[in-house]
């Protein structure tokens, strides 16, 4: 019998419409679509901005959670280059003030954070933020070292998975001690302005609060 392809822009075209009109799992998306050397962009809803500006190519999303993609990979890219090993202790680039746990002498090690199995909760238990739609905002560094310095780990590090905001972001705050800037800087530095990623910061320049999606929750 005759098979006839979906022509792939349909078919990335009925996703988004499916994601946005039938699963109302956001007001709009945009995804990218790389074909060799040829790349397209879909659309479909809308930014919910006060501007309502049309969703496009450089529209700008709060990425959330896929940071820690960013971490991994400047952390991948410091091994490369020989500045850190996926053994060495985080305790190794850390002030002595931060007492990092451990588990009878077993030492939480970079690739430990990393996989999430450091041991270490996926919140720290001080974590009371002011503001609740900007969370991590007035969580300081003291606050960090302070948790680490009272917490007994349950489990040696590297034989128990745990998903960990906490670990990963301990892991990006070693990694920029280590390189002796900040970690906007480490990720601008060493992965934004390879790849030309000019619209991919921490904090916001005035074009890209203007292109700015606004974020939703499930309600």
Same mark, same amino acid.
């Given at each position: 019998?005759?098979?006839? @392809?979906?022509?792939?822009?349909?078919?990335?075209?009925? %996703?988004?419409?499916?994601?946005?009109?039938?699963?109302?799992?956001?007001?709009?998306?945009?995804?990218?679509?790389?074909?060799?050397?040829?790349?397209?962009? /879909?659309? !479909?809803? @809308?930014?919910?901005?006060?501007?309502?500006?049309?969703?496009?190519?450089?529209?700008? /999303?709060? %990425?959330?959670?896929?940071?820690?993609?960013?971490?991994?990979?400047?952390?991948?890219?410091?091994?490369?280059?020989?500045?850190?090993?996926?053994?060495?202790?985080?305790?190794?680039?850390?002030?002595?003030?931060? @007492?990092?746990?451990?588990?009878?002498?077993?030492?939480?090690?970079?690739?430990?954070?990393?996989?999430?199995?450091?041991? +270490?909760?996926?919140?720290?238990?001080?974590?009371?933020?002011?503001?609740?739609?900007?969370?991590?905002?007035?969580?300081?560094?003291? @606050?960090?070292?302070?948790?680490?310095?009272?917490?007994?780990?349950?489990?040696?590090?590297?034989? !128990?998975?745990?998903?960990?905001?906490?670990?990963?972001?301990? +892991?990006? !705050?070693?990694?920029?001690?280590?390189?002796?800037?900040?970690?906007?800087?480490?990720?601008?530095?060493?992965?934004?302005?390879?790849?030309?990623?000019?619209?991919?910061?921490?904090?916001?320049?005035?074009?890209?609060?203007?292109?700015?999606?606004?974020? !939703?929750?499930?309600?």
């Amino acid at each position: 019998r005759a098979w006839t @392809q979906v022509p792939a822009e349909e078919s990335v075209s009925a %996703i988004l419409r499916d994601r946005v009109d039938v699963g109302r799992e956001s007001l709009g998306l945009v995804a990218g679509v790389l074909d060799g050397d040829r790349r397209s962009v /879909f659309t !479909h809803g @809308q930014s919910g901005f006060e501007n309502n500006r049309p969703l496009d190519a450089d529209t700008v /999303f709060e %990425i959330g959670s896929i940071t820690k993609v960013f971490t991994a990979l400047l952390f991948a890219d410091m091994v490369v280059r020989g500045e850190v090993s996926p053994d060495d202790p985080v305790s190794k680039f850390l002030p002595r003030e931060a @007492q990092v746990p451990d588990f009878y002498g077993n030492p939480i090690k970079l690739r430990d954070l990393a996989t999430y199995t450091s041991g +270490l909760p996926r919140m720290p238990s001080n974590f009371r933020p002011a503001d609740k739609s900007n969370p991590y905002a007035d969580y300081t560094v003291a @606050q960090l070292y302070d948790f680490l310095s009272g917490y007994k780990l349950s489990f040696a590090p590297g034989t !128990h998975y745990e998903y960990a905001n906490l670990g990963f972001g301990l +892991l990006g !705050h070693a990694l920029a001690l280590r390189a002796g800037m900040s970690y906007e800087e480490l990720v601008v530095s060493r992965i934004c302005a390879p790849l030309g990623m000019e619209s991919t910061r921490i904090a916001l320049t005035p074009s890209m609060k203007e292109r700015l999606a606004r974020g !939703h929750d499930a309600s």
